[in-house]
């Protein structure tokens, strides 16, 4: 085999982006039907929070990074998520990029690019 026969992985970018909308409408859904998030929304523009967590999603594929809101950290801050919220949060995330026919193995590529930030969402 040479390096002709071989065909680059395309970025997860490229991959999904076009679901990426789609995704985040069914992410939400979920986390405001689980009674233990949806008060974390209470009095949040929603519309505002889906653009932001699409722009989010687009970094996390390694689109991007168009993302102009407040530093994670300041942004939770007030909010005192636990690890169990965090955990919750994101096996939400998880079921609907399964829903959406997400690959596991980029699934689990994207989770990690989220946990990577969870001592900035974590107990602020």
């Known amino acids: 085999m040479n390096s002709e026969d ?4 395309p970025p997860l970018y490229e991959k999904y982006q076009t679901a990426i909308d789609d995704l985040v409408e069914l992410f939400y859904k979920k986390v405001l039907a689980d009674a233990t998030l949806a008060s974390f929304f209470t009095g949040v523009n929603m519309e505002r929070q889906k653009r932001h967590m699409s722009t989010f999603i687009v970094y996390a594929l390694g689109g991007p990074n168009h993302y102009s ?3 994670m950290a300041r ?7 636990t690890e169990k919220d965090f955990r ?3 096996d939400h995330l998880d079921t609907a990029m399964e829903g959406m026919g997400v690959t596991y193995d980029d ?6 690019t989220i946990y990577s930030l969870r001592d900035d969402i974590v107990g602020q």
Request: hydrophobic share 50%; charged share 20%; aromatic share 0%.
């Open 88 to 90: 919750q949060v994101s």
């Open 6 to 9: 071989v065909k680059a992985t």
């Open 107 to 112: 699934r689990m590529a994207i989770l990690d």
């Open 75 to 81: 942004a939770h801050q007030e909010l005192q998520i």
């Open 69 to 71: 809101g407040r530093i």
